[in-house]
């Protein structure tokens, strides 16, 4: 760590409780950087002179005669071109081996854009799976989450996403990663040959988890820097969220702060909101665009991190396992993507909305046709040959393996309401049956 | 009142299985006069559609 000469040494502290340490000061910022008996430490409360230091790594083995300076600043990231194909950790030092930035010195956590400085998002970003592309179409600047359960392959989900999408810049901030996803992700980026455009920031299980704090701040700064200064297309992959929250809840816990719902802090909300307005679209052509993972405790939706989030975020993709066909499927009940009217039938064929809407519809006759199924009752053949629509309807298109573009998605659709409906079941705008049905 | 119009009639089914087919092709009909310019042709064309329909079945 860079320390200067002349710098003020502290060397009584007041107070150490299990994540903070107290001392009296003078001329300290919120938020200022510290080092504390070697171990980085940041400030998180100050009042009057006394200064309350969130230690990172944790207070086991501090002295109350420790040595405290404060280094001046707050936490900055060094950004440039050099932060392309890198690994680095909470801090933003470099874990790949190689040799730090040399860049500009950005503050990281300022606030997000001018909303006077911001265009709507326009732009598809096409994944190549449908459960997103045909149900919940993305644009450049969105932000929205997975939620999944924490057995679900969100990682592997968000990797290929991270691959699919045409953007320029994808930095990954990994929070609470094991090593098994660090690596998974270090390789697959590295054998798709798509390190070079890969920024990663990561926690591990094994970095103390308050350092996760960090780890959001400092990928939305780098992506910032390519949005604003060169126009890029960024996509920001964070994963996992909860455990962010967690890490808040933590260090809010050992502030003695007042718990709210689920043992979350009061600002848990402005928290996750300070993170996910970083989504922005430029005029200019740069654009941030989060896809955020959220695992979910038990499926419960209403626990304070998920609700909150959906609150903030611009729709979510809900993974589920669809048990009839033993495939992972971007549930199309419970996802959204509020923006996807900016883009269906516009960017993409003009029959996408009405096919869309018509699969969904004849998704949910099947639902019903199974809940029938499941207490007994006898089927009609509209209920058989729904069921039969859901199965082929999740195998070929919902299930999170398919890799389609949007047109063969729409053909595919097509092909299965023929196979399983007469026209006047499908219900779709009679300009739209003549080409496709007809055809 | 087009719609309970159609609730009031008396219809002549064979079987059960019959009604639903039926009063889907109806809904349809419906919803592509929705699609449809209001009181266009195509518009006219498909209520036409259903009263033909419904005579078909008139008791």
């Known amino acids: 760590m860079e320390t200067t000469a002349f710098q003020k040494i502290y060397t009584k502290i007041s107070r150490v409780t299990k994540a903070t340490c107290s001392l009296h000061a003078i001329g300290v910022g919120y938020e200022e950087m510290a080092v504390v008996n070697g171990r980085r430490a940041q400030v998180v409360k100050i009042v009057g002179d006394e200064v309350t230091l969130q230690i990172f790594s944790g207070t086991e083995g501090v002295p109350t005669n420790a040595e405290v300076i404060f280094l001046g600043k707050p936490p900055t990231l060094k950004v440039g071109e050099e932060l392309s194909g890198r690994f680095f950790n909470s801090y933003g030092d470099p874990i790949d081996g190689g040799p730090s930035v040399d860049g500009e010195e950005r503050e990281i956590g300022g606030p997000s854009v001018n909303p006077v400085k911001r265009e709507q998002p326009s732009k598809l970003i096409a994944t190549g799976i449908a459960g997103i592309d045909m149900n919940n179409t993305i644009v450049t600047g969105q932000k929205i989450p997975f939620f999944a359960d924490p057995d679900q392959p969100f990682n592997q989900v968000m990797a290929m996403v991270a691959l699919r999408a045409e953007v320029d810049k994808i930095i990954l901030g990994g929070m609470g990663l094991t090593n098994d996803d660090y690596l998974f992700f270090k390789n697959i980026f590295d054998s798709a040959g798509a390190l070079d455009r890969i920024i990663s920031f990561v926690n591990t299980t094994e970095d103390p988890p308050v350092e996760r704090l960090l780890v959001p701040d400092m990928a939305l700064t780098a992506a910032e820097y390519f949005a604003a200064d060169k126009n890029e297309k960024v996509l920001v992959l964070l994963t996992d969220m909860t455990l962010y929250a967690d890490a808040l809840s933590i260090v809010s816990n050992r502030m003695d702060q007042i718990p709210s719902k689920d043992s979350m802090p009061g600002s848990l909300y402005s928290d996750l909101a300070k993170i996910y307005e970083k989504a922005v679209q430029f005029p200019t052509g740069g654009s941030i665009t989060i896809i955020a993972v959220t695992t979910l405790s038990g499926g419960d939706i209403t626990h304070a991190i998920p609700d909150n989030t959906g609150y903030i975020t611009e729709g979510q993709l809900f993974l589920r396992r669809d048990t009839d066909i033993g495939k992972v499927i971007i549930d199309p009940f419970r996802s959204l993507s509020r923006l996807k009217q900016l883009v269906i039938g516009k960017q993409t064929r003009t029959d996408h909305p009405q096919v869309m809407n018509a699969a969904i519809r004849l998704y949910a006759d099947a639902a019903n046709a199974k809940t029938k199924l499941e207490n007994g009752f006898d089927l009609t053949d509209y209920d058989e040959r729904s069921l039969k629509f859901a199965k082929d309807y999740s195998d070929q298109l919902l299930a999170i393996d398919v890799n389609l573009d949007i047109d063969k998605m729409l053909d595919t659709t097509w092909e299965l309401f023929k196979d399983n409906f007469k026209p006047e079941e499908v219900g779709i705008k009679k300009i739209f049956m003549d080409k496709h049905w007809n055809s | ?59």
């Open chain 2, 1 to 59: 009142e087009r719609i309970l119009g159609i609730c009031d009639v008396e219809f002549n089914f064979v079987s059960f299985e019959e009604v639903t087919p039926f009063f889907k092709k109806i809904i349809n009909l419906f919803k592509q006069m929705n699609y449809s310019e209001f009181e266009s042709d195509e518009f006219r064309n498909f209520d036409n559609e259903i009263d033909t329909l419904i005579l078909e079945r008139k008791g």
